[in-house]
């Protein structure tokens, strides 16, 4: 029904998910945060990137590194920010490196399109003449 809709319309905007833990207390703290996080109703505080999510969970998932130490809260404007831990950030510059593939595509394709010009001219001028 409509109001049944409307009804969940409004609990997803307005309420708060019910923490995994009360559902099962085995849940690793961290990954009740992490979970959270995720579920937050406002965008600005949830992870920014897919790929930020991907290495907090891949921290999360190495042995040792299953406490809520290795994911520690920090407030921000009122809400909780789950921060990845300093290991993340320290081998950031090994993620960084060149997508050879993809810089190759990209020069193959500027290269066609400058090497169409000489062509489109050549049309122009034929339909074109003065």
Known sequence: ?????????????????????????SIPEAL????????????????RTANQMGRVLLSFSKPGER??????????????????PASIGQSQAAVKSIDWLTWGLGLLAF????????FWLYIYLTLNPR
């Open 32 to 47: 009740e945060e992490i979970t959270l996080k995720v579920l937050a109703k406002e965008p600005a505080a949830r992870y």
């Open 111 to 118: 290269t066609t399109i400058l090497g169409l010009i000489p």
């Open 67 to 84: 406490t809520g130490a290795a994911l520690p809260l920090k407030p921000e404007s009122g809400l909780y920010h789950i921060s990845p």
């Open 1 to 25: 029904n409509n109001s049944e809709s409307s009804e969940l319309a409004r609990m997803h905007r307005e309420e708060m998910p019910l923490p995994p833990r009360r559902l099962n207390p």
